[in-house]
Structure formats: structure tokens, C-alpha cells
Nanobody, 121 residues
Framework: QVQLVESGGGLVQTGDSLRLSCLVSGRTLNNYRMGWFRQPPGKEREFVAAITWTTGITYYADSVKGRFTISRDNAKNTVYLQMNSLKPEDTAVYYC??????????????WGQGTQVTVSS
């Protein structure tokens, strides 16, 4: 059974950094794509970043490009989201998800439970 478990969220101030982790169990990730999404309060869930596991090619939403970095650790079956220069508008529940290429923003079949990130001004 595939399970995704996020960790690393918290309360930070504007300009701070956080690193989210997502441990995947029950599936080897070759040829899959891992994504990070977020759902701000009162808004719909939105795409943040994705990485193709085998090639390491990354994709980002314009709102986070240059501030966030997605990466993976093959040995640990873990994907990370390094978030720098955080802004109040980054406040959201962050989810990791497992999907298949070629889709980047859609086609994710497995989701984690989410981790809260709150950025105070």
C-alpha cells in the first residue's frame, strides 16, 4: 500500500526558510513524478512544484520560482521542498503527491495528509 507522509511544517516569520519532507513507502519511484501542492485558507489547492524521479527534471509554479526548490533522495525514497524567503501568501496546507508523467499539474493518484505552513508578517 502506497503511503506518503509529510513533515516539516510550522510557524515562521516573513523571510524565513522551511524544508518540507515527504517519505514515500510501498512504491519504488522510478518513472514516477512527485509533486508538491498547497491549499491556502479559503482557496482551492494549487500546484507548487514537481520533480521527475528518474531524470530529476523540476517544474515550478511562477509564484515560487526562485524561492522554492524541490529535490529527491533516492536512497531514502523522500522528496523535499526547500522554501526560502517565505511570504505571508505562502501560508497554506502543503501536500505531497505521487503521479505519472507526462502530466505535471494533474494526474496525481496518491496524496499525503498535509502539513501546515504559516508565515507571519
Amino acid at each position: 500500500q502506497v503511503q506518503l507522509v509529510e513533515s516539516g511544517g510550522g510557524l515562521v516569520q516573513t523571510g524565513d526558510s522551511l524544508r518540507l519532507s515527504c517519505l514515500v513507502s510501498g512504491r519504488t519511484l522510478n518513472n514516477y513524478r512527485m509533486g508538491w501542492f498547497r491549499q491556502p485558507p479559503g482557496k482551492e489547492r494549487e500546484f507548487v512544484a514537481a520533480i521527475t524521479w528518474t531524470t530529476g527534471i523540476t517544474y515550478y509554479a511562477d509564484s515560487v520560482k526562485g524561492r522554492f526548490t524541490i529535490s529527491r533522495d533516492n536512497a531514502k525514497n523522500t522528496v523535499y521542498l526547500q522554501m526560502n524567503s517565505l511570504k505571508p501568501e505562502d501560508t497554506a496546507v502543503y501536500y505531497c503527491a505521487l503521479g505519472s508523467p507526462p502530466s505535471i499539474r494533474t494526474g496525481y493518484n496518491y496524496w499525503g495528509q498535509g502539513t501546515q505552513v504559516t508565515v507571519s508578517s
